[in-house]
């Protein structure tokens, strides 16, 4: 069953953010682990340590907060709010270590996209 029609079948108003915060959080979590990859194969990948760490704490991140959001039913939401403000965190790290090094512009714009939904998700929640 997709996300969207597990989605239909509950009686929450914010199903539709939902299921567009858990596309994006997958989005982010692909695009990070992407560009930890492309780090990897770099010669100087000392120096980007830093970088690689970040993109796969917040890949890792991404993707629990999606399944987490992906349980549907009635979830406790103080912990949905601390996970996915937790997550925001860590995708703004991730986007600044990448831009400040100037790498893997999919994963900023990815992340970017991640905190606008997940804000806007956690603005829904109250």
Not at 99 to 116: D, K
């Amino acid at each position: 069953m997709q996300l969207r029609e597990m989605l239909r079948t509950e009686q929450r108003p914010e199903r539709a953010l939902v299921a567009h915060t858990v596309r994006m959080l997958f989005d982010c979590a692909q695009a990070c682990t992407a560009c930890a990859s492309a780090c990897l194969s770099e010669e100087r990948i000392t120096a980007l340590r830093k970088s690689i760490k970040n993109s796969l704490d917040c890949a890792d991140l991404c993707e629990a907060t999606a399944r987490m959001l992906s349980q549907g039913g009635a979830y406790d939401v103080d912990l949905i709010r601390a996970q996915i403000r937790t997550c925001t965190e860590v995708c703004v790290r991730s986007a600044e270590e990448c831009e400040r090094r100037g790498r893997g512009p999919a994963c900023v714009e990815a992340a970017h996209r991640c905190v606008e939904s997940c804000q806007a998700l956690l603005a829904e929640l109250g």
